[in-house]
C-alpha cells in the first residue's frame, strides 16, 4: 500500500485546527521527520482506508508510523508530541493516562473543532517551502 520512511500523519485538510497543529508541528519537527496529508485528498483517501478508518467518518489526526502501525485521536497526537523539540516532546508522558480518559478530553475538542476555530471550504495548499512536507502535493517515495 504504502511504503515511506517518514511518518505520515493525515489531518483534517478544511479544519483550522489541524492545519495549526500541522504547522506547529512542522515549526518543532528541525529534522523534517513528519509528512502530512489531508483526508479529504485522495491519498489520504486511499491510506485512510487501507489502515481501516472511514476517511468520512474521521474527527481525528491519524499517524502512520513507518512499520505499518496506525495511532488515532490522543495517541498519534501523543506520539507526534514525543518527535517534537523540547519542551513539547515531555507532553509523550500523557500515554501513562489511561486511553479512554484521553481520548475523551480529545473527542471533546475534535468535535467543536470547526465550531472554535473555524472551517476552510477547500483544503488550503502549504507554502511552498512546506509543500516538499505534504504527499497530495509532491511525490511520496512509494504508493502502491
Not at 91 to 105: A, S, T
Not at 108 to 134: D, N, V
Request: hydrophobic residues 40%.
Amino acid at each position: 500500500m504504502i511504503t515511506n520512511s517518514h511518518p505520515l500523519i493525515l489531518i483534517d485538510g478544511v479544519c483550522n485546527l489541524c492545519h495549526g497543529a500541522a504547522n506547529f508541528i512542522i515549526d518543532h519537527d528541525p529534522q523534517e521527520q513528519f509528512r502530512f496529508a489531508s483526508i479529504q485528498s485522495p491519498i489520504g483517501q486511499k491510506v485512510s482506508r487501507h489502515f481501516g478508518f472511514n476517511p468520512d467518518e474521521l474527527s481525528s489526526m491519524v499517524l502512520i508510523e513507518p512499520d505499518g502501525r496506525a495511532f488515532c485521536r490522543s495517541s498519534a497526537a501523543l506520539r507526534i508530541a514525543g518527535r517534537l523539540t523540547f519542551p513539547w516532546n515531555l507532553i509523550y508522558v500523557g500515554l501513562i493516562i489511561p486511553r479512554p480518559m484521553r481520548d475523551f478530553v480529545y473527542d471533546m475538542i475534535a468535535h467543536r473543532r470547526y465550531r472554535w476555530f473555524g472551517k476552510q471550504e477547500t483544503c488550503r495548499l502549504p507554502s511552498p517551502e512546506r509543500k516538499s512536507r505534504f504527499l497530495d502535493f509532491s511525490p511520496p517515495e512509494s504508493v502502491g
